[in-house]
């Protein structure tokens, strides 16, 4: 009965060496604050767009994402945010949408994963490989998306939040007034 537990350990060992141990899935909880207030969780897709999701995690872990404005909110359609270079207090929020990080533009990660209800994409420019910091959070499906952007994550728990989000009514969706913000962005395991 008392080499149990050393079998066990040793199993458990040889698991994590063999590589046979199931690997954590990375996510974030996003504060929200403003109209919207609650905790949102995003499961992260390393599997189909490691580069990306290396990035935001990267920027979530260095704090850059907290106090950025939702700057583009449409209904129906989705919530952009993450423009951690204008959309935040402080910022010259007529630029919202056109700023970056300091870290380099990504190559497009594009995957079969469909922009359904709760998905979460990279924004980019024009070109495809111009994606950064910004992402978005889709209200319904989107499929004609699909393809066209890259897929990071979905929101697992706290869509009731994501759909709070104040509105935009400005041109392309901007948000007039005070934008709900990301107080504060953690990496999960």
């Known amino acids: 009965m008392r080499k149990a537990p050393a ?7 040889f698991g994590a060496l063999s590589g046979a141990a199931p690997a954590l899935a990375t996510g974030l909880d996003i504060e929200i604050a403003g109209e919207a207030s609650g905790t949102i969780h995003i499961d992260l897709f390393e599997d189909i767009a490691p580069k990306h999701v290396e990035q935001i995690t990267a920027l979530a872990a260095a704090g850059d994402y907290a106090g950025v404005y ?8 989705m919530a952009q945010t993450g423009d951690v270079e204008f959309a935040r207090e402080g910022g010259d929020m007529r630029r919202a949408g056109m700023g970056g ?19 979460v994409g990279m924004a980019r420019a024009q ?6 910091s910004q992402f978005f959070i889709m209200f319904a ?35 007039i007034g005070e934008p709900d913000r990301m107080v504060k962005v953690t990496v999960t395991e």
Do not use: C, W
């Open 127 to 132: 070109n495809p490989n111009s994606a950064n």
């Open 70 to 77: 939702f700057h583009r909110v449409i209904k129906g359609f």
């Open 141 to 175: 499906p989107g499929p004609f998306l699909d393809g066209q952007y890259t897929v990071v994550g979905e929101v697992t728990s706290g869509m009731d939040i994501v759909d709070a989000i104040k509105l935009g009514d400005g041109p392309n969706g901007s948000v």
């Open 7 to 13: 079998l066990l350990a040793a199993l458990v060992t």
């Open 101 to 119: 990080s300091s870290r380099p533009d990504l190559p497009a990660e594009f995957s079969d994963k469909t922009f359904d209800r709760g998905v």
